[in-house]
C-alpha cells in the first residue's frame, strides 16, 4: 500500500505542470489580455468590474507600477492589440514589457513553473500586493462558508439518507426523492437569487443582510452581538450552498445503508433476535458510514474551492470566489495562475489524503490490488 501512495505523489508532479500547460496555453489565447483592460481604460470603454485603476483625469489611468499613461493623437498603436488606436506605441512595449509578454511563449511559462514550485506567486498586475498576502487575506471568507456548509450537509444528509434506506419504498422515500431531485436541479446560484428576492429585501420580506460577512459597526459589538452577526450573514450563503450539496451525499448515504442491510450478517444478526436499532446503529451504521465519512476531505474541497464562487459573487463576499471572478474579469494573470496552481495542488493532496482516509477507515480496501 506504501508503494500505492508514493506513485500517487509522485503523479501529482506530471498532472500538475499539465492541467497548467493546458490552462496557460488556453488563456493566452483568449483575446483581451491585461494590456487590452489597460487600453480600454485609456479610451474610457472598460466597464466597472475591471476599474481597479486610480487615474483621476479624462483619458488617463494608472499603470501596474504607479506611473501615469497617456493618450497620443499619433494614432500609432500595435496591431496586435484592437482598438489600441492613439495609443503611443512605446507605452504598449513599455507595457509588453512590465507585464512579461516581450519574452517568448515557452519562456514564461517555464518561468513561471520555477517561480511556483517556489510558491513565489508573483504580484497582481492591478492590486499592487502579493498573490500569496491576497489569497491568506481571502482564505478565512471561504473557509468558514466551506466549513459550515459541508457539516450542515452532513448534518442532513447522513439522518435522511439512513431514514431513506430504512423506509426504501415507502411514502416518505418518494417525497424525499422529490425533493433531492429538486436540489440536483437547482443550481446553487439560482437558488441563492431566489433567497435574495425572497428574504433580503429583494420583493418580499427583509429578514437578512445583502452583502458582506459582518456589519459595518460589527467592531463596535460585544462578542455574543457580533456571533449573532455573523450568522445572521452566511444564513443565506450557507443555505443557498447546501442545497447543491445535500442530494448528492443523501443518496450515498442511502445506497450504502441498503447495500449493507441486504448482506448476510445483518440478516445474522436479526436471526438471532437483536433488536432493528441494534442491528440498524450496531452493525450496518458503522460499516455503511465508512465511505461516508472518508469522502469528507474531498467534500470540502469541492465545496470550498468550486461551490463558493458564484455565491460569494452574488452575496459580495470577499473571499477567494470573489478575488478568482475578479482575477477573470480584469485578466489578472498572477492571481489566475496563482490560485490555480495552489488549490489544484491541495486539490490533488487532498484526493490522495481521501484514499488514505478509506484505508484507515476500512483496512480491507487494498488500492494496490486494485491496480493490478
Not at 477567494?320 to 475578479?326: D, H, K, Q
Amino acid at each position: 500500500m506504501t508503494t500505492y501512495f508514493i506513485k500517487r505523489f509522485l503523479l501529482i508532479i506530471p498532472t500538475l505542470f499539465g492541467i497548467m500547460l493546458l490552462n496557460f496555453l488556453i488563456v493566452q489565447a483568449a483575446p483581451g489580455g491585461p494590456i487590452e483592460q489597460i487600453v480600454a481604460k485609456l479610451h474610457g470603454t472598460d466597464v466597472a468590474a475591471t476599474a481597479r485603476f486610480g487615474g483621476s483625469g479624462a483619458g488617463e489611468t494608472a499603470a501596474p507600477g504607479g506611473q501615469a499613461m497617456k493618450l497620443n493623437d499619433d494614432g500609432g498603436a500595435s496591431a496586435r492589440y484592437p482598438g489600441a488606436q492613439g495609443v503611443d506605441p512605446e507605452l504598449i512595449k513599455e507595457l509588453e514589457h512590465q507585464f512579461g509578454f516581450d519574452m517568448p511563449l515557452h519562456k514564461r511559462f517555464l518561468m513561471m513553473i520555477g517561480n511556483y514550485l517556489r510558491f513565489d506567486f508573483g504580484k497582481s498586475y492591478f492590486r499592487d500586493e502579493s498573490v500569496f498576502n491576497l489569497v491568506v487575506s481571502k482564505m478565512p471568507v471561504s473557509i468558514s462558508l466551506g466549513l459550515w456548509t459541508t457539516l450542515i450537509v452532513y448534518l442532513i444528509s447522513i439522518p435522511l439518507g439512513i431514514r431513506k434506506a430504512v423506509k426504501d419504498g415507502t411514502a416518505f422515500d418518494v417525497w424525499s426523492s422529490a425533493v433531492i431531485i429538486a436540489g440536483y436541479a437547482i443550481p446553487s446560484f439560482l437558488f441563492a437569487v431566489l433567497l435574495i428576492v425572497v428574504f433580503a429585501g429583494g420583493r418580499y420580506l427583509d429578514w437578512f443582510p445583502l452583502r458582506g460577512l459582518t456589519s459595518d459597526n460589527w467592531g463596535d459589538m460585544d462578542w455574543p452581538h457580533r456571533i449573532l452577526d455573523y450568522f445572521w450573514h452566511i444564513a443565506l450563503p450557507v443555505t443557498a450552498m447546501v442545497i447543491g450539496g445535500f442530494a448528492s451525499l443523501t443518496m450515498l448515504t442511502k445506497n450504502s445503508f441498503l447495500d449493507e442491510i441486504n448482506k448476510q450478517y445483518v440478516l445474522t444478526a436479526r436471526a438471532k433476535g437483536l433488536t432493528e436499532t441494534r442491528v440498524l446503529y450496531g452493525h450496518v451504521f458503522r460499516n455503511a458510514m465508512l465511505i461516508v465519512i472518508a469522502g469528507f476531505p474531498s467534500a470540502f474541497i469541492s465545496i470550498l474551492f468550486t461551490g463558493s464562487l458564484l455565491i460569494e459573487v452574488i452575496f459580495s463576499l470577499d473571499g477567494m470566489g470573489f478575488l478568482g471572478f475578479e482575477a477573470i474579469i480584469n485578466r489578472d494573470y498572477p492571481i489566475m495562475f496563482g490560485t490555480l496552481y495552489f488549490f489544484t495542488l491541495i486539490g490533488l493532496v487532498m484526493n490522495i489524503l481521501g484514499d488514505m482516509a478509506y484505508v484507515l477507515t476500512d483496512p480491507r480496501i487494498d488500492f494496490e490490488k486494485r491496480e493490478g
